[in-house]
């Protein structure tokens, strides 16, 4: 299966997510108005596989303790995958439930405040209404930061990472918070926000060119709920072992 953006495809996996050495080019055709945009919700399909891992080691003798570890038990393993479901993005969906938005990424370059964007969050009294706001996020080879933009942008959250790799981003907005998840782990809880906050969207023609995210990322998945904890690791564990299986 693939799938077509901007004129380009790309081979899609299991999980829809496009693998790290294809560098998405945001699309602006994707939304004008953020609230109009053909934009794809996903929901978490959790199901349960069987695995044998050796068993564990008794404590006696160096002898039955070494044949020992060539038996094994069976374990039940938690897989969660992100599935596309037949909705389009809702506003009033997203408001009631609070979302969550995922993504792996390989930022090139280190920024500063306000640069490095793959969600350029609009003006959301103008584009979603009174008392609305539009969270973005910036990532760059140091920093992940969260921002809102009422009608005017400010800083919600800051986390200074340390990956050097490709790594799996996942934030959730929950009562108006946002809270970051780096490689399936709680990372920083951000600052309440005073609205109702929407996710901003890629390919928004109002970012400066200066201000885009310089790497490669996977494609979003944007859930209408808040994702629990577990959801979020078991998504990490998974897409990691689907974007990293070998040839």
């Known amino acids: 299966m693939s799938f077509l953006l901007c004129g380009k495809s790309f081979s899609q996996s299991y999980y829809g997510i496009a693998p790290l050495e294809k560098p998405l080019v945001s699309c602006a055709a994707l939304a004008a108005k953020s609230i109009t945009s053909d934009i794809p919700v996903y929901e978490t399909e959790r199901t349960e596989t069987t695995v044998q891992i050796a068993a564990p080691d008794d404590g006696k003798s160096k002898k039955k303790s070494k044949k020992k570890l060539q038996e094994t038990i069976s374990v039940k393993q938690l897989n969660v995958t992100a599935k596309k479901t037949d909705n389009l993005y809702d506003p009033n969906e997203f408001l009631r439930n609070g979302f969550t938005v995922t993504l792996w990424v390989m930022p090139q370059k280190t920024g500063t405040e306000r640069q490095g964007y793959i969600l350029y969050p609009l003006d959301g009294c103008s584009t979603n209404g009174v008392m609305q706001s539009q969270w973005g996020i910036t990532v760059d080879k140091q920093f992940i930061r969260i921002y809102e933009r009422y009608t005017e942008e400010r800083l919600l959250l800051e986390y200074r990472h340390h990956e050097e790799q490709d790594f799996f981003i996942a934030f959730t907005c929950q009562n108006s918070t946002p809270a970051l998840y780096v490689n399936g782990e709680l990372a920083s809880t951000g600052v309440q926000s005073d609205y109702r906050p929407h996710p901003a969207f890629e390919g928004m023609p109002q970012c400066?060119?200066?201000?885009?995210?310089?790497?490669?990322?996977?494609?979003?998945?944007?859930?209408?709920?808040?994702?629990?904890?577990?959801?979020?690791s078991g998504l990490y564990r998974t897409e990691y072992a689907q974007l990293h299986k070998e040839p």
């Open 208 to 232: 400066p060119d200066a201000a885009k995210f310089s790497g490669k990322y996977t494609w979003l998945h944007y859930f209408c709920n808040v994702l629990t904890n577990s959801d979020i």
